[in-house]
């Protein structure tokens, strides 16, 4: 198996389940109480994903612990609580979104535990972008001090998250595309995340990452 | 009657914990197989939502409700995702019972 699909694999579930703790952790003290009980609901999905895809790794033949809340190797910026409302919704759309569109390459994947996981986690992640979605308009329309922060912690996000899926010439990828693993390589991944934000919120402008020198393709960061 | 069906009729008494109605009418029962040979039911079921807080309560359920069988003694459980659960796997008369309830469906 790819060493590059059991890093992607591993780290999905990592940083879903670390998402997970983070949505859960706004589920009081969101602004709306619709939105906390989005939080709240989002929480669960995103910790029932990342518990159903740990298995894939043990089919591949990998042995991973999903036990407790803080397995496991999430990206530094949903490592610990989200400091404000514009992170969580940053989070929304920049970690949920580049998550969600690589679960997305994988719908029709040659690893038929994968594929059949990514049909009902994307099927569960719509009700995500919609929440996102309706926010990023919300903060845009209010604009101020609150949509600058959105795109200060959205820049911020991007400059991490973007590498997680890795260099676009990744020779583990290359590979893991051409044996139909995935049906898209990482650069299409940022660049649908991008058309999406960049339509959605206004003044934002999402580089693709250029210096990779330190990237850790296990930790992928 | 045959074990299958008689295995088919002890899943309509399992019922999801949240709302009463039974694994079979919410449709969370994909397949259902007795393997003779071995006394076991073998069970592919799927859930609503992958964080649903009860499918190991609802699993624990169906295994005690499949081994009070006389002719079980193994219960195999697979969960899936494929077929994914949508509302169209209610049956009419989970749909009925839940309008009762005041749930839309």
């Known amino acids: ?221 | 009657m045959t074990v299958e069906a008689r295995l088919w009729e002890a899943l309509r008494h399992v019922e999801d914990p949240e709302i009463p109605v039974s694994v079979v009418g919410m449709g969370l029962i994909v397949s259902l197989a007795y393997v003779e040979s071995e006394r076991r039911a073998d069970l592919r079921i799927t859930f609503t939502a992958m964080g649903c807080p009860a499918m190991e309560f609802i699993q624990d359920d169906i295994r005690d409700a499949l081994l009070a069988d006389p002719d079980v003694d193994g219960v195999d459980i697979e969960v899936v995702w494929d077929p994914v659960w949508t509302k169209d796997r209610l049956r009419d008369d989970a749909r009925t019972r839940m309008r009762e309830l005041g749930i839309a469906v």
């Open chain 1, 1 to 221: 198996m790819s060493a590059t699909m059991i890093s992607l694999i591993g780290s999905l579930a990592d940083n879903k389940c670390a998402l997970g703790r983070r949505y859960g952790e706004w589920a009081v003290s969101a602004p709306t109480i619709e939105s906390a009980v989005a939080a709240a609901a989002m929480a669960q999905d995103e910790l029932g994903h990342a518990r159903s895809t740990y298995p894939v790794l043990a089919k591949l033949g990998v042995e991973r612990s999903d036990d407790g809340l803080d397995a496991g190797h999430p990206l530094g910026v949903i490592s610990s609580e989200l400091p404000d409302w514009a992170s969580f919704i940053a989070a929304n759309l920049v970690v949920d979104g580049v998550l969600t569109t690589f679960v997305a390459s994988t719908r029709d994947s040659s690893i038929e535990p994968l594929a059949q996981r990514a049909r009902k986690i994307l099927q569960e992640e719509g009700a995500h972008k919609v929440h996102a979605g309706a926010w990023a308009r919300r903060m845009g329309q209010v604009g101020g001090s609150d949509l600058e922060l959105l795109v200060q912690r959205i820049d911020e996000m991007w400059a991490s998250v973007a590498r997680w899926p890795g260099p676009d010439d990744h020779p583990g990828y290359r590979e893991a595309m051409e044996a139909g693993m995935v049906a898209y390589g990482p650069a299409e991944i940022r660049g649908q995340v991008r058309g999406w934000l960049t339509q959605l919120v206004p003044g934002i402008s999402l580089d693709e990452p250029t210096d990779w020198s330190d990237w850790d393709d296990q930790l992928r960061r």
